[in-house]
């Protein structure tokens, strides 16, 4: 491994969860606020979301280094397609607790009484509760449940939710989560990195394992780096590990760009990541989008998609009639004895040309609707600044 080759005494962009990595960028910083007033709270529910990569469990996993075990009891678990019994019992599990019998109203017995004997000793109970969004409805609402464990006027166990973004939007609109909604004292999501931080963030990370400047990073890379990565912590570490490793291979004490550049054809080729720059290469595939509003949206543009939506219906009704046409004129060819091809294929030359047409005003809608959206959610994120 490369790390021999630089002298490190570990693995500086390895993807599982290490506290001893954690850097606070910015957005991490937000989270571990809202963590730590979530905690002082002591009850009800703290919800941390982000995409994947984003670094959640790496900032649940700092936060568990720093807490004090005897006043504190912290169980975790990592849910796939859970239902509310399965997940009582998961519950209990992670507790460590053994469950006489296997269903439901003993594992919820066991955790109550845990949970006052925890209370009791001067603890309190967290439950962590990753990759949230593969729980069904029915397991939030057993979750919400256990958060009405009680001793005396004192909330028994505080849990905190991490998922994909996906569980934000669940929490936020689905209607069956609006008594786990009125728990929710405390709520981030995670987003990417800023362009600022990359380098500073691989610096800490190598820095960690005992980096001493070999090797070091041309500026350029870590502008590049950021673009592909779109500045989400896994995928940088994905790319820094085949960088370091083909630096090791090479024999090289600098990254340049060249470099990344063949990282990255490797990883696009072989499937490993999803990388940020492949969606403007789609883009470019897909040819120049006819543009038919290239100012910005107003109510103008607002009547011409109207206008473009009853072009469409009127295609859609003459391509229709063709059809009705072209059936017909089938039929009457089956009957002749001598089949009169011409009209025939007049008809389906005409039904061609109209489905093509019907294409690329479809493709013209899509584009004037997706305008259309973005200039709305940027015309809301300028009264929620101002």
């Known amino acids: 491994m490369f790390n021999d080759y630089y002298g490190l005494s570990g693995r500086p962009f390895q993807l599982t969860p290490d506290p001893t990595f954690y850097f606070e960028s910015l957005t991490h910083r937000k989270a571990l606020s809202y963590l730590s007033y979530g905690l002082a709270q002591g009850e009800g529910f703290v919800v941390i979301t982000g ?29 796939s397609k ?10 209990a599990q992670a507790f460590g607790l053994i469950v006489d019998g296997h269903d439901k109203a003993s594992a919820l017995g066991a955790i109550e009484a845990f949970l006052h004997d925890e209370a009791r000793a001067g603890r309190r109970c967290l439950l962590v509760v990753d990759e949230s969004q593969n729980l069904e409805l029915e397991a939030l609402e057993e979750l919400r449940m256990l958060s009405n464990f009680q001793l005396g006027a004192h909330p028994l166990l505080q849990t905190l939710l991490l998922g994909q973004p996906e569980f934000r939007d669940m929490i936020q609109d689905h209607p069956q989560l609006e008594q786990l909604r009125q728990r929710v004292i405390a709520a981030h999501h995670l987003e990417a990195m800023e362009l600022g931080e990359v380098q500073a963030y691989i610096e800490h990370r190598l820095k960690c394992v005992g980096w001493v400047g070999n090797p070091q990073f041309d500026q350029g890379v870590y502008t590049e780096l950021y ?64 543009s038919p509003v290239a100012v910005p949206i107003d109510g103008v543009a607002l009547a011409q998609l109207q206008e473009m939506l009853a072009d469409r219906d009127a295609q859609i009704a003459e391509l229709q009639q063709a059809v009705i046409e072209l059936a017909n004129e089938r039929e009457a060819d089956l009957a002749r004895p001598a089949p009169a091809t011409e009209g025939l294929a007049a008809l389906e030359a005409r039904f061609a040309g109209l489905e093509a047409k019907m294409l690329e005003q479809e493709r013209t809608i899509r584009h004037t609707m997706t305008m259309l959206i973005e200039w709305i959610e940027a015309e809301d994120a300028n009264r929620a600044a101002a």
């Open 51 to 79: 995409e994947v990569g984003a670094g959640k469990s790496t900032l649940v996993a700092h936060l568990m280094a720093t807490i004090d075990p005897a006043r504190l009891t912290a169980a975790q678990i990592v849910t």
């Open 82 to 91: 859970l239902d509310g019994e399965e997940l009582v019992h998961v519950v």
């Open 227 to 290: 673009e592909a990565s779109g500045g989400v912590p896994r995928r940088i570490n994905q790319i820094c590990n085949r960088l370091m490793m083909l630096g090791a291979v090479d024999q090289r004490s600098r990254i340049d760009r060249a470099m990344l550049s063949q990282v990255l054809d490797e990883l696009e080729l072989d499937g490993t990541m999803q990388l940020k720059k492949l969606e403007s290469s789609i883009a470019a595939e897909a040819g120049p989008q006819p």
